[in-house]
């Protein structure tokens, strides 16, 4: 599979696929060959990259010569549709969650094993350049080990979402599985899985869904906190970390990272992003979406095994499942 060009199908051509769907073009060797996608605006798309396009999933691997299938349906549909693809031969890329529950996912997994076949789960959180410096500050000990850390994400609500499934636990898991996920995946895969689990949430009594959450992670001798919101409020989004280690505080505003130590200047890492590809939703242009569809389709060129997360990534979703 080095050689030959890589051909991708699209399932779900809404905001997260229209993002995938235009990483990929930067992306040498790769292209999108079919969208499965009943919606008229999937049609649009798919004719302005010359796809083909699909109402059925089962049908569409059985007609078009595919590599890789990348899911970006709404979470409540991720796995059936990765079921199916794996069930037909193909590689499989999915946005996160993977799924509402870890026995979902452990399953999907299990069958990419069995069918010798990778699945990558798309928490994109991981290849931001500020994830980079934390991980390469923690993994080192350059400034001690951690003590403490806070992670927000807070925003208003999403009422951008197509017929509000948002808003549905059944479909979407809430703010846990949808927003903190985020975090809480960083979270555990810098630290481990932690001992306790803690959470407070509040909301207005008309809403059928808790808007803010404190959650608590307890560590042995280090304590991390996090935040995530859906605001009733237009509330600018914002994603931000502090963690203190031994010997210095690094802080992530959201625009720069920098290392705060005793007797020093600050010292700002270089977070700045060399390629930043428009996204068409509700994020500025970046290269974050790039660099992991990249690394995706790197791995499934080499070949091997899948996805090497899938410890962490079934950790996050037992968490989860037990925050209400």
Not at 67 to 89: S, Y
Not at 92 to 114: S, Y
């Amino acid at each position: 599979m080095n050689d030959k060009e890589l051909k991708i199908a699209v399932v779900g051509a809404g905001g997260m696929g229209t993002v995938h769907i235009s990483n990929y073009a930067h992306i040498p060797g790769c292209k999108v060959v079919a969208v499965c996608d009943a919606a008229e605006t999937a049609r649009l798309k798919a004719g302005e990259i010359g796809a083909a396009v699909y109402n059925d999933l089962d049908e569409m691997p059985a007609r078009e010569e595919i590599d890789v299938i990348d899911v970006c349906t709404p979470t409540w549909l991720h796995k059936k549709h990765v079921m199916t693809a794996l069930e037909a031969g193909r590689h499989v890329i999915c946005e996160k969650p993977a799924a509402l529950c870890k026995r979902d996912a452990a399953e999907m997994f299990g069958l990419a094993r069995e069918k010798g076949l990778q699945l990558h789960i798309a928490h994109v959180v991981q290849y931001a350049p500020e994830t980079k410096v934390l991980r390469e500050l923690v993994e080192s000990g350059e400034y001690g080990r951690v003590l403490d850390g806070e992670f927000l994400r807070l925003s208003g609500a999403p009422r951008w979402a197509r017929d509000g499934w948002l808003f549905d636990k059944d479909r979407s898991g809430l703010l846990p599985f949808d927003l903190h996920i985020h975090d809480l995946d960083l979270i555990v895969s810098l630290f481990g899985e932690p001992e306790t689990v803690g959470w407070t949430s509040c909301g207005n009594k008309d809403a059928e869904y808790k808007e803010h959450y404190r959650f608590s992670y307890g560590y042995k001798d280090m304590n991390i906190v996090a935040e995530a919101a859906w605001y009733n409020a237009d509330f600018p989004f914002t994603a931000t970390w502090r963690v203190y280690f031994e010997k210095a505080v690094v802080v992530n505003n959201g625009k720069t990272v920098t290392a705060y130590s005793s007797g020093h200047e600050p010292r700002v890492f270089d977070t700045e992003e060399k390629i930043k590809i428009p996204t068409g939703i509700n994020v500025p242009p970046t290269g974050i979406f790039l660099a992991e569809l990249s690394d995706f389709v790197g791995k499934i060129r080499r070949g091997g095994s899948g996805d090497n997360r899938e410890r962490c990534i079934l950790s996050v979703l037992g968490i989860l499942e037990k925050i209400q």
